[in-house]
């Protein structure tokens, strides 16, 4: 919310009930499990304010950004996601999974889908399926690509549900500091107060950075580390910089895209255990 209000600061903003999922564990199951009444709750919440809101704006339309309740009659209600299907190593957990979620899909009028519909699709396996109504949009980015001087040798750009964005930060941090002879960036996606001791003076730390800011720093750096979530991926495809992409455990999906985006040799993959691993792989693609 603050970093949209930020963005567009002439728009007015309603805050919805926050589905509280936490990637507690490992098992994205047990995770949606122990959120079960958070979500419920907030899909049920967000059809009584999807009717209080298009009546109070006028709104003839609704765009629902992976949003499953937030659709009332009267307007032209649309869906927005890339992940039509949701994928488990277990093949009934995905089968019940993307039922589940085609279910409140065909609710909407139509179903935006970012990415492409032929080969160059960036997740054919979440993206591609046959049975609900949708457009193929192709990938959405904030970013442009810009021919900029290198500022940065290592860009980290984190991002995600807590408590796993703290957890990968204190990783990085303890492994960054010993790579002392590359500049490197860090953007902690939260305004919450950092707790490592002594930030050396090769680590600058910012907090959240605006569309314009991150374009400028991903095009004026040669590496990003981050969370292989897709709208990160969607920024970056058609850029210079190369990636190491970090999974937030217990997402499947973002398993998927990291090893979807490794077929590139401009990108690597860590798992969330293995951060020790980071030195020679930065070494390696730098």
Request: proline residues 5%; aromatic residues 10%; neutral net charge.
């Amino acid at each position: 919310m603050e970093l949209l209000k930020s963005e567009f600061p002439d728009l007015p903003f309603y805050p919805l009930s926050s589905y509280n999922i936490q990637y507690r564990y490992e098992s994205i199951v047990l995770n949606i499990l122990l959120s079960s009444f958070y979500i419920i709750r907030a899909v049920i919440s967000e059809r009584k304010t999807a009717l209080k809101l298009a009546a109070l704006n006028g709104a003839t339309v609704i765009l629902s950004d992976n949003r499953l309740g937030f659709r009332t009659s009267g307007v032209k209600n649309y869906y927005l996601t890339h992940q039509i299907n949701i994928l488990h190593p277990n093949s009934i957990i995905s089968w019940l999974g993307s039922k589940c979620h085609q279910w409140f899909i065909r609710k909407f009028d139509l179903c935006f889908v970012p990415d492409y519909s032929d080969d160059r699709a960036l997740c054919p396996a979440l993206s591609h399926y046959g049975g609900i109504e949708k457009v193929y949009i192709g990938p959405l980015s904030r970013i442009s690509m810009l021919n900029l001087p290198r500022i940065y040798d290592i860009c980290v750009v984190l991002s995600g549900p807590e408590p796993q964005r703290s957890i990968l930060e204190a990783l990085l941090l303890d492994e960054l500091n010993l790579l002392n002879q590359f500049r490197i960036l860090l953007v902690r996606g939260t305004n919450t107060r950092i707790t490592f001791p002594g930030i050396p003076t090769h680590i600058i730390v910012k907090d959240l950075l605006i569309s314009a800011e991150t374009e400028h720093i991903l095009n004026s750096s040669g590496l990003l580390i981050s969370r292989s979530g897709y709208s990160t991926i969607m920024d970056i495809i058609h850029l210079e910089i190369k990636a190491i992409f970090i999974p937030t455990p217990g997402q499947t999906e973002q398993a998927y895209l990291a090893e979807k985006c490794s077929e590139s040799l401009k990108y690597r993959i860590i798992n969330q255990n293995e951060i020790k691993k980071l030195g020679e792989v930065i070494n390696y693609l730098i």
